[in-house]
């Protein structure tokens, strides 16, 4: 549905994205995530034909979007991260105002406001002037605009930014109930959304893309080193030497301790599982073994890690 | 042509719901109605004195002409009043956009920078020309109590009509060039100031100079419309001048969007 390919954009001599690639599937959700100035903007930009790009291309439902740009247009929907919305106007004009700007036929005009205002719930403010609605129901009636010519695509920069938690909660439903029928882009910085509505994402860091993946993979793939936290009954010293001498064993780092109970956290090689040969190594001594398991990345630490190293590392 | 149309009537409903429009028309209306009262005022006095002068010499009293001696100057001032706040209609059209994240619904729909920027000018044209409307009340007054002359008076309003929709391309431009309606105001204002001195300088100027100065300002080639004189050449230089400020216009928004600026 959309291909992406080295995308470069500049602002002057800045660059602001760099060889940005990606490929989407039709119905897929994809988040776009990425520390705020990363380039997640300015590549929906080009992508919604806002802005053509220095180099690269990009492909919507098999049109260009520099050369056939008309008929990208029709298909995407896009929500900048400020709702696009005339404060002046009644809810219910706005939309029919964007339905013909967007070229829905004055027939079903009428039927797909309703139909939008009706999945978005604003229907109930429909003669309402926007600027005296709450921030959470103007930027559902971006949503709504973004919508209201069924696109294939709908590109949402930042769609939950300023809602409140239950906000955050119906947008969130909301996006994930329209996958499927529609491509979805989805920027954002905050992680657990990604994680709660996305299949795949793509992490974005000074303008360049530093890994992409579906979310399990990517939560997995950085485990590279498997890490294992344990948690003994027994003295600090002999216990930390044994479950070192382990072999496998990288790293053993003790992160707690309490009451003669010490905590640790090991590294051990790659495709290795060495928790029985744990199991044992503390049984064998007769210190207690309280906890053992696997410790997964948490997409937070995959983010932090990629986005504060230098130069980031490559998928 | 639908899209467009699209665009010309979210503007007009956007004139009619926003206060400086109404603004605008109340001044406009107050003011063009306080110059027509003073020359009513005078136009009284010199019909009166024509009266006396032709008692004194035994004489039938000389017709004063009522298109020649009150309605050319008042439409000669509604021009003018016309420049001062023509500014305040136009200050909104993209600046406001900008500045509401509109611009982005716009430039990401179906819709070519033509179509917006003649929607919007259209929008302020026709707005104008309410405006317009409105003063035909000074001349309906006119007709009641004298005998004036119809088409002259609609020559001029066509002049009206061309002159405004001068100011208003400029406008447009200007409200192109920033995010800030105040900004957009004041150096829609400034140019139109200027403008309209250009026309006093032709008075101030050696021959050469004048010529090339009242060519220039648009003001100067609204006298003939208000003769009831259609000249080609005016016409050819309003229809270019407002083709210009509308093409730069277009410009200005078409080159915004290849600069990624909003």
Redesign the interface.
């Known amino acids: 549905m959309i291909q992406v390919q080295n995308l470069t ?1 500049y ?1 002057g001599r800045t660059p ?1 994205i760099q060889e940005v690639s990606f490929e989407m599937e039709k119905g897929e959700i994809l988040g776009f995530l990425g520390p705020n100035a990363a380039g997640k903007t ?1 590549t929906m ?1 080009i992508l ?5 790009a220095t180099s690269g291309t990009a492909k919507v439902a098999g049109y260009d979007v520099f050369t056939q740009s ?1 008929e990208v ?2 298909r ?1 929907g ?1 929500l ?10 009644s809810v219910k ?1 706005y939309l029919s ?2 339905a ?4 829905v036929d004055g027939r079903d005009r009428k039927s797909r406001i309703n139909e939008v205002m009706e999945k978005t719930a604003i229907a109930d403010v429909q003669d309402r002037v926007i600027r005296k609605l709450s921030k959470g129901y103007k930027q559902r009636v971006g949503l709504a ?1 973004a919508l209201v010519h069924n696109p294939d695509v709908l590109v949402l920069d930042e769609p939950t930014i300023g809602l409140d938690p239950n906000q955050i909660k119906e947008v969130r439903g909301l996006i994930k109930s329209l996958a499927g029928n529609h491509t979805i882009i989805l920027s954002t910085h905050i992680l657990p959304e990604v994680e709660m509505t996305c299949d795949r994402a793509v992490i974005i860091n000074r303008g360049r893309v530093v890994a992409q993946d579906t979310i399990a993979n990517m939560t997995q793939r950085k485990r590279g080193a498997e890490r294992l936290v344990v948690q003994v009954d027994g003295p600090n010293a002999p216990v930390r030497d044994k479950l070192s001498s382990v072999s496998g064993v990288k790293k053993v780092k003790r992160d707690d301790a309490a009451d003669g109970i010490n905590r640790y956290e090991i590294e051990c090689e790659p495709g290795r599982d060495v928790r029985r040969e744990l199991a044992q190594a503390v049984v064998q001594n007769g210190w207690g073994l309280l906890e053992l398991r696997a410790k997964d990345f948490t997409l937070e630490e995959v983010f932090l890690n990629l986005t504060t190293e230098e130069g980031g590392v490559a998928a | 042509m ?2 467009f149309l ?2 010309l ?2 503007e007009l ?2 004139y009619f ?2 206060p400086v429009a109404y603004v605008v028309l109340g001044f406009f209306i107050v003011a063009t109605g306080l110059f027509f009262y003073n020359i009513i005022n005078w136009f009284d006095r010199i019909s009166m004195q024509s009266m006396m002068m032709a008692q004194q010499y035994r004489q039938a009293p000389q017709p004063v002409n009522v298109n020649m001696m009150a309605i050319r100057p008042l439409l000669h001032n509604i021009a003018i009043i016309g420049l001062f706040l023509m500014p305040g209609l136009t200050m909104r059209l993209f600046a406001e956009e900008k500045r ?12 070519t920078n033509w179509q917006i920027t003649l929607g919007k000018f259209a929008s302020a044209l026709v707005f104008y020309l309410v405006m317009l409307l409105a003063t035909g009340v000074f001349v309906g007054l006119l007709f009641f109590f004298g005998n004036p002359e119809l088409m002259p008076i609609l020559s001029g309003y066509l002049g009206l009509l061309l002159v405004g929709g001068c100011f208003i391309s400029l406008g447009l431009l200007f409200s192109a060039f920033t995010e800030n309606q105040i900004i957009a105001f004041v150096s829609a204002f400034a140019v139109n100031v200027s403008i309209l001195a250009l026309g006093w300088l032709a008075n101030f100027s050696g021959p050469t100079l004048a010529q090339f100065f009242s060519s220039i300002s648009p003001i100067e080639h609204f006298d003939d419309f208000s003769k009831g004189i259609i000249d080609t050449k005016h016409l050819i230089y309003y229809l270019s001048f407002m083709f210009g400020g509308i093409f730069l216009t277009y410009v200005t928004v078409e080159s915004a ?4 600026a909003r």
């Open positions: 954009r602002y602001a300015t930009r919604t034909c806002y802005m053509p008309m247009r029709k995407i896009y900048p991260e400020q709702p696009p919305v005339y404060m002046d106007m004009s105002f964007v013909k700007i967007k070229g605009q | 639908k899209n699209a665009i009537e979210r409903k956007s719901l926003s509401q994240g509109t611009m982005e619904l716009l430039a990401t729909s179906p819709l969007r290849w600069r990624g």
